[in-house]
């Protein structure tokens, strides 16, 4: 069991960078995938990226592709989302999440088979 507990948000003008974290507690977070979602009022919540246990496989949803990075460092239980040339639509609040590796490379991109979810961190773009 781990729990996630995200940090970095902010309010930051288009074309500006950010760089949230997220730190599980727990024993076995090598053995769990990450991924960040993000949910903007009205809408429903989006899956951002995601990393499989080892980091060597990941996968981001297109709109953030080029400009977000998510890596892992497992010896400090914490993945982080690297985001780049922000845009006013990247405005939400931002979920990290965890889901019990079944296999080497998995990384859910649906909200549904992550077990454990943070409190949300809120990110802001201005224009």
């Known amino acids: 069991q781990v729990q996630p507990v995200e940090s970095g948000g902010g309010l930051v003008q288009a074309g500006g960078s950010l760089r949230l974290s997220c730190v599980a507690s727990?024993?076995?977070?090598?053995?769990?995938?990450m991924g960040w979602f993000r949910q903007a009022p009205g809408k429903e919540r989006e899956f951002v990226a995601g990393?499989?246990?080892?980091?060597?496989?990941?996968d981001y949803v297109d709109s953030v592709k080029g400009r977000f990075a998510i890596s892992r460092d497992n010896a400090k239980n914490t993945v982080y989302l690297q985001m780049n040339s922000l845009k006013p639509e990247d405005t939400a609040v931002y979920y990290c999440?965890?889901?019990?590796?079944?296999?080497?490379?998995?990384?859910?991109?649906?909200?549904?088979?992550?077990?454990?979810w943070g409190q949300g961190t809120q990110v802001t773009v201005s224009s």
């Open positions: 727990g024993r076995s977070f090598s053995e769990y995938a």
């Open positions: 999440a965890a889901a019990k590796a079944r296999f080497s490379n998995y990384v859910p991109p649906s909200p549904s088979p992550y077990d454990y």
């Open positions: 990393i499989s246990y080892s980091g060597t496989v990941t």
